[in-house]
């Protein structure tokens, strides 16, 4: 924790700043994601924090215990999470090669609640995600992952609005 000391009319004043040490960035894998790196890196940059690239892969019926599909739909889906790993591994490359400690990482679940788990896991001080527009019935079917993880997260949590 650092100190800022503030001095005004003979009055001092001392502030003690919490430095983001960890930063967790959710990710879509989309052009949308370049602004929530943006945010991230400059945040990363200023305070000097790691970051953790974080995507959620919706679990799929023959990976949460349904009937199991046909042999090219396994392979498939396979090569869509080897894909979306080399997606976060590329990124977290590039923010290390421009000074940030950064890592990705794939993980299976429901959105909202995958990245609370995370940031606990990793202790995160900020989380940054994109928050989506959806209509109505939209929100009341699916939900709302922005909001469910606002409501959940016992830290920060920065929002940027991105287009659909």
């Known amino acids: 924790m650092a100190q800022a000391i503030l001095s005004t009319r003979g009055l001092r004043f001392v502030f003690y700043i919490h430095f983001m040490k960890t930063i967790l960035i959710a990710l879509d894998q989309n052009e949308e994601s370049e602004k929530l790196l943006e945010y991230g890196q400059k945040l990363a940059s200023k305070f000097d924090s790691k970051v953790c690239l974080v995507h959620i892969a919706t679990p799929e019926p023959d990976f949460v215990g349904y009937k199991v599909g046909p042999q090219y739909i396994r392979d498939f889906r396979a090569k869509e999470l080897k894909e979306e790993h080399k997606y976060l591994v590329d990124l977290a490359e590039t923010l290390s090669r421009q000074g940030i400690e950064a890592q ?29 527009k959806h209509s109505f019935l939209y929100r009341v079917f699916v939900g709302d992952t922005t909001e469910s993880v606002l409501k959940k997260s016992k830290i920060p949590v920065l929002v940027i609005p991105v287009s659909d």
């Open 104 to 132: 990705g990482a794939l993980l299976e679940g429901f959105t909202a609640d995958m990245i609370v788990e995370e940031s606990e896991k990793l202790e995160a001080d900020l989380i940054i995600l994109g928050s989506h």
